[in-house]
């Protein structure tokens, strides 16, 4: 399914969601350009358009290699760049963000939406009390939603911080959910949840259990797929780099 819309704030962007992926693309004009070109480059993907040519042309071959586009995006996201030398590049709700520390002022972090800015003397330190605060509002507001409308109710939710595990349920009708999977698409997240969920009804993974997965997220087998490829970048660095200098003004 692909779905394309426009940001009325920002005419220079069009939002494109296909197969459970979300992508922005920027519109550049070009003076140079003769012909509409697509192109995906770290610092994600573009559509650059012949000044007199009208905006929808955009739209149109955004929509025609939404495919095309999705799987190149896809392949930047699972590589990290390590030519860069900004500081240290995370993943974070399912893209690769550069961070970049300032090692100095009040414990602190912000996200603009593209990149994650930290300050602190401790940054790693300020960086995890971030993400655990998100990731709990962030299951929260799924559980809140998806609870409702499967009719199930968990006696307990806990959020740990697992390696392999991103979700669990018990008999009891506990269930526990990775932290760590704040870094990945909303949309997978919210995937774990629906799991866990409906294992409340069916404790297994029976043909049963995945018809009621299914009716609730149908795109769930996009989002198991992005989980086995994408699962092992969900963490943060051991340690900032030294290259990173600290900011002394
Ligand atoms: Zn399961």
């Not at 939406?113 to 330190?125: D, H, T």
């Not at 939710?157 to 909303?186: E, I, Y």
């Not at 769930?220 to 992005?226: F, G, I, P």
């Amino acid at each position: 399914m692909t779905l394309l819309s426009l940001s009325a704030a920002n005419a220079d962007l069009i939002e494109l969601h296909h197969d459970g992926v979300r992508v922005l693309v920027s519109v550049r004009r070009s003076d140079r350009s003769r012909r509409i070109r697509l192109r995906v480059t770290e610092e994600g993907a573009e559509v650059v358009l012949p000044r007199r040519s009208a905006r929808r042309h955009a739209v149109d071959a955004v929509r025609e290699h939404a495919a095309w586009l999705v799987r190149h995006v896809g392949r930047l996201t699972v590589e990290p760049d390590d030519s860069g030398t900004l500081g240290v590049r995370i993943m974070f709700e399912g893209r690769w963000r550069s961070v970049h520390c300032t090692f100095t002022g009040r414990s602190s972090v912000l996200f603009d939406g593209e990149s994650l800015v930290v300050s602190g003397s401790n940054p790693l330190a300020a960086l995890e009390s971030w993400m655990r605060k998100r990731a709990a509002e962030m299951f929260d507001e799924s559980l809140k939603r998806r609870s409702k409308e499967m009719g199930l109710v968990p006696s307990r939710v806990s959020l740990r911080d697992q390696k392999t595990k991103w979700g669990a349920c018990t008999s009891r009708g506990t269930v526990t959910f990775n932290w760590r999977l704040v870094m990945a698409l909303p949309d997978v997240l919210d995937y774990v949840v629906v799991h866990e969920l409906a294992h409340l009804q069916e404790l297994n993974h029976s043909a049963r259990y995945w018809k009621i997965v299914e009716s609730y997220c149908p795109e769930h087998k996009v989002y198991r797929k992005w989980l086995r490829e994408n699962g092992r970048y969900l963490q943060l660095p051991k340690a900032f780099p030294p290259s990173v200098e600290p900011d002394l003004n």
